[in-house]
């Protein structure tokens, strides 16, 4: 009967834990961004599902060519500022099936989101000017650059118009009166750009 070289157990040559001990499974490298409110980058696109990423981990898996991979299972999990992945491989080496399980964990680099760097550098694009008590509707904490209390009520820095727009359309539609203005305040790739003021009153008729 034949042993294994390294361990003696029987085995044709190399016994599979042998084996992987010196050509363990391993992943290519994952370069994953996170921004401090949770968001998540992966290449160049944000918002990206971890999906993404378990799709080309399992695409580049590597593994020694003596060892044929059946199905790779891969398990996404953001945990401590890590992405963790913990790995299933089912394979063969030699006339033996395997399974094999392993986590791996990859440092998520830290960067801004466009969201956050905007409200970071005080953008804004629209300023509601609520004159009149605060209506019960919910401001979308994201979209908030600053809010602010000011004279006779409350005022609100958005980081969208469309945002903006789309708020005050339904208040119009609650009976609340509002007023709009403009304010030029940059050019941006030749194109003049506008604040926009929605002055929100209760509409007393
Ligand atoms: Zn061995
Ligand atoms: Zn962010």
Known sequence: MSVCPKC????RGL???CFLESNPLVLGDV????CGCGRLRYRDKWDAPLQDVVRD?????KHPFEIRIKKVDVKPEIRDGKLSLQVTADGSYKDSIF???FTEQFKLQSTSCPTCSRKNSGYYEAVLQMRC???KFVVDEN??????KVRGGF???LLSNNYARALTSQLSRKGYDIKTSTKTYSMRDGQTVYRIYYSIKKDSA
């Not at 003696?8 to 085995?11: H, I, Q, V």
């Not at 370069?31 to 996170?34: A, C, D, F, G, I």
Request: glycine letters at 4%; hydrophobic letters at 35%.
């Open 8 to 11: 003696g157990r029987p085995a």
């Open 15 to 17: 016994c599979l834990d």
């Open 31 to 34: 370069k994953l961004v996170s």
């Open 57 to 61: 981990v399992v695409k580049s898996f």
């Open 99 to 101: 399974r094999k399980s």
């Open 133 to 135: 008590e605060i209506p």
């Open 143 to 148: 979209q908030i650059a600053k809010a602010e």
């Open 155 to 157: 005022d609100y820095y």
